[in-house]
């Protein structure tokens, strides 16, 4: 099954801005909009974003969510080093009546 | 406080069957459809299957499509998993989740010779 596309990493110095992409179709990304996860190594995903960009209260505002038509952006501000993880995006597809992942992003913060 | 707490893991040979259960509380547990999500070592998730808030619809991945079958019981905010013809493909943690918005920590599922 077709998953999402994302950059496999993205580098970036300290207390420096990272934008990571989520990229799909109108099937998934366009039609409900993509969640963000966040892992690090030994641990399950962590809901960093629903699908409609709410931020659970305990995730830090230097992370922010947006979506321009089916691709969708994670933006982290001031990157501190416990910011270094794997970073997923995931959507409900309509034509596979089924989720989609992407491949995953990891932040390495310099 | 949402808990997702997964349990039934373990070791078992090709060929044979696992059934995983998940406790949910801290949150509407009808109000949600769930899902198993797996992960294999070293790689990113990966849905396996959903079923819908009441129980009456489901649907799965391909590759698990007539091995694995998803239920809920509502009465018991509990979700199973029931996993035969297993595969050494099928190694994975497999999580308990509504995806959007909670995850359980995890089992582990081995299969091998």
């Known amino acids: 099954q077709a998953g999402l596309t994302q950059p496999p990493s993205v580098s970036k110095g300290l207390r420096q801005t990272a934008t990571l992409t989520c990229t799909g179709n109108?099937?998934?990304?366009?039609?409900?909009?993509a969640a963000w996860l966040q892992q690090h190594q030994g641990h399950p995903p962590k809901v960093l974003f629903d699908r409609n960009n709410n931020r659970p209260s305990e995730i830090s505002e230097r992370f922010s969510a947006s979506r321009s038509g089916a691709t969708a952006f994670l933006t982290i501000t001031g990157l501190q080093p416990e910011d270094e993880a794997d970073y997923y995006c995931s959507a409900w597809d309509s034509s596979l009546n089924g989720v989609v992942f992407g491949g995953g992003t990891k932040l390495i913060v310099l | 406080e949402v808990q997702l707490v997964e349990s039934g893991g373990g070791s078992v040979q090709p060929g044979g069957s696992l059934r995983l259960s998940c406790a949910a509380s801290g949150f509407t547990f009808t109000n949600y459809w769930m899902h198993w999500v797996r992960q294999a070592p070293g790689k990113g998730p990966v849905w396996v299957s959903r079923?819908?808030?009441?129980?009456?619809?489901?649907s799965y991945a391909d590759s698990v499509n007539g091995r694995f079958t998803i239920s809920r019981d509502n009465a018991k905010n509990t979700v199973y998993l029931q996993m035969n013809s297993l595969r050494d493909e099928d190694t994975a943690v497999y999580y308990c989740?509504?995806?959007?918005?909670?995850w359980g920590q995890g089992a582990l599922v081995t299969v091998s010779s």
């Open positions: 989740t509504t995806v959007f918005e909670y």
């Open positions: 079923v819908d808030s009441d129980g009456s619809g489901t």
């Open positions: 109108n099937n998934n990304v366009g039609f409900q909009g």
